[in-house]
């Protein structure tokens, strides 16, 4: 009788790639999606939140365990320090980054969500981020996983532009960035004074009586609705050259521009 090879960890024994990635997820001690697997509801919660699809992929890649951190760099053979380049203490892990170190702490206690640090949560970045999904609201769902992607985005900064963090502003901005995705949101005066709400909410919460509210209007054409301006002003940065009528490098962003306004 010939041999027959067989691959004994599929049922028919046939090789496939998809059973040797959980052979090898198992391996790793990663938690592999079973064959049978149906999306959860935190699964669902975030792809199908109205988020930029940057967030979305970063909190995928940390429930992977897949995030460039430091300690995992460094199991894949890379020759870095692992002591976190914010608190200068610890090991930069996933859950060190985004629960434990001092600037995170920092920025989930200047948000509505404080108590996401005040359990002993001693789980994997994974479970911590399915065990706060599971509590939140809609709205603080959406605002935790911007924190936490503005807690990595931070830290890199920190390490490789040497920019110092300031927790309130990073708080602050979040709040005002996200202000773009609420709906029926239509005038500036409504979303302004959302935002300032948002503030002083802030400022309560903390116990500080005396604070000034400032107000900044800021007219702003976007570059993708006023490209020709753009076009010429980049120009004129390496070109001291005038002329009466328009460049010859300029006839597409016209044309382009006339074509997309009578659309």
């Excluded at 920019?163 to 602050?172: D, F, M, R, T």
């Amino acid at each position: 009788m010939q041999d027959t090879l067989i691959w004994h960890y599929s049922p028919k024994g046939v090789f496939s790639v998809k059973s040797a990635y959980h052979v090898a997820c198992t391996l790793r001690n990663v938690d592999a999606p079973s064959r049978s697997h149906n999306p959860s509801d935190n699964w669902n919660f975030i792809w199908r939140a109205n988020l930029p699809h940057k967030i979305r992929v970063f909190i995928w890649r940390v429930c992977r365990g897949i995030l460039p951190t430091l300690s995992n760099l460094i199991r894949r053979r890379c020759n870095v320090e692992t002591i976190c380049p914010c608190c200068s203490m610890h090991e930069e892990s996933d859950s060190h980054i985004l629960l434990h170190c001092d600037l995170a702490r920092q920025i989930w206690s200047l948000s509505n969500i404080l108590w996401v640090i005040i359990a002993d949560w001693s789980d994997s970045a994974h479970e911590w981020i399915r065990k706060v999904l599971a509590k939140v609201t809609e709205e603080e769902g959406k605002l935790f996983l911007t924190l936490c992607w503005a807690i990595w985005s931070a830290c890199n900064k920190m390490l490789w532009e040497t920019n110092q963090p300031n927790p309130l502003s990073i708080v602050l901005g979040c709040l005002a960035w996200l202000m773009r995705f609420v709906p029926h949101i239509y005038d500036p005066e409504t979303a302004e004074a959302m935002a300032t709400q948002e503030a002083i909410d802030l400022a309560r919460r903390h116990g500080w009586d005396h604070i000034v509210v400032e107000v900044f209007y800021v007219s702003e054409v976007r570059r993708t609705d006023n490209y020709v301006a753009h076009s010429l002003a980049r120009s004129a940065t390496v070109s001291q050259e005038g002329s009466v009528d328009p460049p010859m490098f300029l006839f597409p962003v016209l044309l382009s521009n006339i074509t997309s306004d009578d659309c």
